[in-house]
């Protein structure tokens, strides 16, 4: 339907047999495989401890958990991310609290709006990677260590991406990964939350599965016959068939990100040359990106709805990442005083996501960009 998707996914004969391996192997949930799958993300992340659950959502409600978020407290996150940050700090009864972000060069959090928000009631910092380019994160781990706040890591969009040499993830209590079916690896539905924190990832472990102490595979293989409950857990486990995705999505994660990262610099030159006007965030960015999103910003007096619209009859899919949190109803209602972001508001009217996906070819992204200068200069 679409000539260029937003997003495309591949999948070969790996996945198959390793799909078909585990409904061979008769076991369906949370053993070998989801411990290989853990295994094989430490690894490549280098990192102590990774705990695999059901999604990046429910990472980032153990993740908030973990940093002892409660009723009462209030955490600071970006407004302009995924609706499941803030959502996370909300199950837990804590109050999200949106600072802004930096500006036409990045999209991610301001660490001196992060200060300015900071309240006696501040427990957390959630920092959103956005598209996988990494927040200021030597200046925010300053001001959480100032503040005695934990850094909780919303690494959705950067599993791969690292600065000055340390993954995304690593740098905070806790890190968030989510293997969403749109997302750099996928596994359908997925996540994975890693520390470096050993005893944050033993009380991980039993919130994932009900806080029971023992799981069905240790009784299963012999290591245990009984089980105690220590506290109020969920049902946020993995299975077999993800994990055996997540394993071959992993391995084939570099060259992924490689094509994503060199389809984003031709994009980049594309668009310098043929469309000027166009803002290009995150174009001299430090670090190495994982390459989730292709961002741009449209001109103030451009209408963006038409510029998609135009696109869409080309065959083009776009997108908007992201329509601010604090505009939402279920937040609005939420809000106990204005929340005033004036560089989101300015900047995310003007954010458009153009295609970007690993088996997108450079004429796809030729067409695309051809088709986003005639939809704002039309004939
Ligand atoms: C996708 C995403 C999430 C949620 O991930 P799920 O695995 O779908 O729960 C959270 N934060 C950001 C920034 C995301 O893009």
């Known amino acids: 339907m679409w000539k260029v998707p937003l997003s495309d996914i591949r999948f070969d004969s790996e996945e198959s047999n390793a799909v078909l391996n585990v409904l061979e192997s008769g076991w369906l949930t949370m053993g070998s495989v989801t411990q290989q799958f853990e295994e094989d993300v430490k690894a490549y992340v280098g990192v102590k401890n990774a705990v695999a659950v059901s999604n990046a959502t429910a990472a980032l409600h153990l993740a908030c958990l973990i940093a002892g978020v409660g009723p009462g407290d209030e955490v600071i996150l970006p407004a302009l991310t995924f609706v499941a940050t803030a959502n996370a700090v909300r199950y837990t009864g804590a109050t999200p609290v949106f600072a802004d972000i930096e500006g036409e060069d990045s999209l991610n959090i301001s660490p001196s709006s992060i200060e300015a928000k900071i309240t006696e009631q501040t427990k957390a910092i959630i920092v959103v990677h956005y598209g996988g380019y990494a927040c200021d994160m030597h200046a925010i781990m300053q001001i959480a260590q100032r503040n005695n706040l934990l850094v909780i890591e919303d690494a959705a969009h950067a599993i791969g991406s690292s600065l000055d040499g340390r993954m995304l993830g690593t740098w905070g209590q806790t890190g968030c990964f989510s293997f969403f079916s749109n997302k750099n690896m996928t596994t359908g539905e997925g996540g994975m939350i890693i520390t470096n924190d050993d005893a944050a990832a033993e009380r991980l472990r039993h919130l994932r599965s009900h806080g029971m102490t023992t799981l ?116 609005r209602s939420t809000e106990t005083q204005e929340t005033l972001l004036p560089v989101t508001e300015k900047i995310a009217n003007r954010e458009l996501t153009l295609p970007l996906y690993p088996a997108m070819s450079k004429d796809d992204v030729k067409l695309v960009v051809q088709s986003l200068q005639t939809s704002l200069h039309p004939a």
């Not at 009984?226 to 857990?233: F, H, S």
């Not at 394993?247 to 668009?271: A, D, G, P």
């Not at 040359?273 to 390459?291: D, K």
């Open 216 to 331: 069905t595979w240790d009784r299963h293989k012999g290591h245990a016959w009984t089980y105690d409950v220590v506290g109020l857990g969920y049902n946020y486990r993995i299975d077999e068939i993800r994990s055996s995705l997540g394993i071959v999505q992993l391995s084939k994660l570099n060259y992924y990100n490689e094509k994503r990262r060199s389809l984003t610099n031709f994009y980049r030159e594309q668009l310098r040359r043929l469309i000027p006007e166009i803002g290009l965030p995150f174009l001299n960015h430090p670090g190495l990106s994982a390459c989730h999103l292709f961002p741009v910003l449209l001109p103030d007096t451009v209408d963006r709805k038409k510029t998609m619209d135009g696109m869409k009859a080309n065959g083009i899919q776009t997108s908007i990442h992201y329509p601010p949190i604090h505009h939402f109803a279920a937040y």
